[in-house]
Nanobody
Framework: QVQLVESGGGLVQAGGSLRLSCAAS????????MGWYRQAPGKQRELVAV???????NYADSVKGRFTISRDNAKNTVYLQMNGLKPEDTATYYC??????????????WGKGTLVTVSS
């Protein structure tokens, strides 16, 4: 079993910054991609950013230039540095990881989410 634990959410004023962290633990052989998704009330969950094990990144157009995703492979941890936050960034942010377990099952795991609220 694999667990993803997010942290770093909170309340911030528009223009401010937050740094989200997500640590994966458990029966992990390797992690391919790790990413962040978000879901606002009444909306579908959407991709925010993803990073591969090799460090290649992809961002939603709405966050390009403001958010930076990174990872520490030794710690099985992914980060999302969010700068220049806007009220429309308000959402629950979910960590996602494509994990190959030690018994070689490839499974996508989700964290429970961390709430980011940006005031205007």
């Amino acid at each position: 079993q694999v667990q993803l634990v997010e942290s770093g959410g909170g309340l911030v004023q528009a223009g401010g910054s937050l740094r989200l962290s997500c640590a994966a633990s458990g029966s992990i052989f390797s992690i391919n991609a790790m990413g962040w998704y978000r879901q606002a009330p009444g909306k579908q969950r959407e991709l925010v950013a993803v990073i591969t094990s090799g460090g290649r990144t992809n961002y939603a157009d709405s966050v390009k230039g403001r958010f930076t995703i990174s990872r520490d492979n030794a710690k099985n941890t992914v980060y999302l540095q969010m700068n220049g936050l806007k009220p429309e960034d308000t959402a629950t942010y979910y960590c996602n990881a494509e994990v190959t377990t030690r018994n070689y099952y490839k499974i996508t795991y989700w964290g429970k989410g961390t709430l980011v609220t940006v005031s205007s």
